[in-house]
């Protein structure tokens, strides 16, 4: 029986975690309506997790891209397919790689200052000085960043898919010696506006929602030491990369 | 109050390089680009066959891409397909006794239509038949006559064994 | 009974009945009944830990309590809505036990917050209303450092600086003289003074240095083992009538006010009582 329950009290605390964050995320969107008077707290965020983030993003689209090219071509040559490597390349960048390892490493360098920098204002009370001010520090702190998440992570995206079909190109048709109008017209001829392009789109935008209203959530609940700021932003990385994987199953068999 | 200005730059550079890549994905790298032709004339194709080729698969001359497939019907008293090929008006001295073959990009890949050049010396004009046509290879009756051997059709008899067309 | 009609004006500012909380596990308070007269300066000491802070938190409705009723200006705190609530929040001042200054914002900023939020001031009008402030408390020269560049002392009169920012009707307190040197903390045990005798803001100030708060106090409540142990005048207080002040005040160890937290017996946790019972 002791055992039993001892067993059981991780899965509800999970659990009771999930319902926080669901309780958190409604509190959050209420909040949306009240932040655009921050509208400028928003600009302010988009750079933060975007502009700030273009960095790792671009280098990172370069290589998955030229590493994609590399073995794409490599393995489509053996089934004498090499011309479609880069519609191969286009179609895995825009419907998973891009959003997903997007969203992966958004985790990593958005989302953990996001669960710091809050999980430091609670700690220091500061979210309770805005509350006696008269601030809203949903409307104010959390609204502002979530939704500079929604904004950003598409864009972000993009460019890491931009930068990747770069790479292809570079490593297929520079370096190895692909045709360079067989590289474009083959990706033209399969690659489809709606079913690939858009449908990656809206994985982002679900993913920047997601991985900001985990970021957010664990630095407003964390507790108030610097112990608790590490967790959180441990956990940060951890649920933002679980549920961004699984929700990318459960949205890539819906959206197919 | 600059420090917040240089904020608003940043994040508006961010926006428009974001929304430029997305530009640059979607009219560039999708099917979206071959709408975007500009000027073009048209020619039919009559074949018994077509296999898998489908809508906007691109017609190459030569390996290089001339227009796209713009329309595929069957003909209902001949039982034929009838496709229609738009290309681009760049591309106009291709002889009138060219012959055009539904062909397959490697082994698997997706089918195309080939324009093999002829002689003539006259142009195809807008509206023009290719006459001469080949239908698509099936894959499965290649496999099947080889099976077979010599035999001459296979069991099931479904379909006869591609001849050229336009002989 | 409407909460949020008017309030007769001889009624006390703040009125609290039969408070009750327990965090923890932990019962903070056990019946507090507590009137705060408008315009005086009322102080709370009590020993660390007894939940000053908590009262405090409670009266600007930062924390419901598990029971009892709080009523501020007229507004029931404890059933008020969010909006409500903010309402009477910009008619409050509140200096944080740890200052809780915007670690983003230069000290500027951090005073002109409150006035950037909630009013559409004119640029020169919020600088002039600033520099008032940061001059009264004597950082006025400090006024683009980060906090970061603050000493705690410095932090606290920032602080408290943002915390009149907007001329409340009541400032609350909560350990203001706490890493002050003497010169600063006669400043701001004056500039209290002034801010309650010339402008009449209601003040209530937290804290435990008695020979501070003898200089401004219109009235201290004592706060111990989760009520109101004394109240009264300065004066009344200090002759110590009651167990409670008399061993307050003087600093001793043993009395009514325990300074142990609660704990099992000292010889038996150390294993000098040869194992438990
Ligand atoms: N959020 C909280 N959760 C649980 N216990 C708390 C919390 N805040 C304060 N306490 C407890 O309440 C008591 C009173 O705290 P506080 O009001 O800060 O005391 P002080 O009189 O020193 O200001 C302390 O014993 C503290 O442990
Ligand atoms: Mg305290």
Redesign the interface.
Known sequence: MNAAHRAFAPLAAGLAQIGACGRFLLHVLGAVPRSLRYL?ET??Q??FV??MS?VIIMTCGMFVGAVLGLQLYDV?SR??????SGTVV?LAL?RELGPVVTALLFAGRAGTSITAEVG??RA???L?????????PLA?VIAPRFLAGV??M???A??F??LA?LGAHLVAVSWLGL?N??F??????????WT??VNG?WKSVAFGAVVTLIATFQGYTTPPTSEGVAYATTRTVVFSSIVVLALDFVMTAFLM | MAQRQSFQIGTGLFIVLGFAALTYLATQTTSIANYRQGPSYTLKARFTNIGQLKLRAPVKLAGVRVGTVSAIELEPDKLDALVTLTIDRRFDKIPDDSAAAVFTSGLLGDQYVALQPGGSTEPFKDGDEVVLTQSSMQLEELIGKYLVGQGDGGKNGEKPAPKPDGK | MNATSAPPPNEALIRIRGLRTVLNGKTIFDGVDLDIPRGGVTAIMGPSGTGKTTLMRHITGQLPPDAGEIVVDGVDVVRASREQLFALREKIGYLFQNSALLTDFTVFENVAFPLRQQLRLPEELVRNIVLTKLQAVGLRGAAELMPSELSGGMMRRVALARAIVRDPMLIIYDEPFVGLDPIALNQILKLIRTLNQTLGITSILVAHELAAVRQVADRIHLVAAGKIAAAGAPEELSRGDSPWTRQFFAGEADGPVPFHYPAPDYAAELGLSGGGA
Do not use: K
Request: aromatic residues 8%.
């Open positions: 400028r600009v302010r988009v750079f975007g502009a273009l489509l089934f004498g397919s090499a011309a479609m286009a825009y430091l204002m220091t009370d500061q309770d000085a805005m509350e006696m001010m008269a601030v809203d104010y904004i950003a598409p864009l972000l993009c460019i898919n931009a079909i045709d109008g067989t474009w017209s083959n990706m033209t001829a399969s690659v489809d506006l690939d392009v789109v």
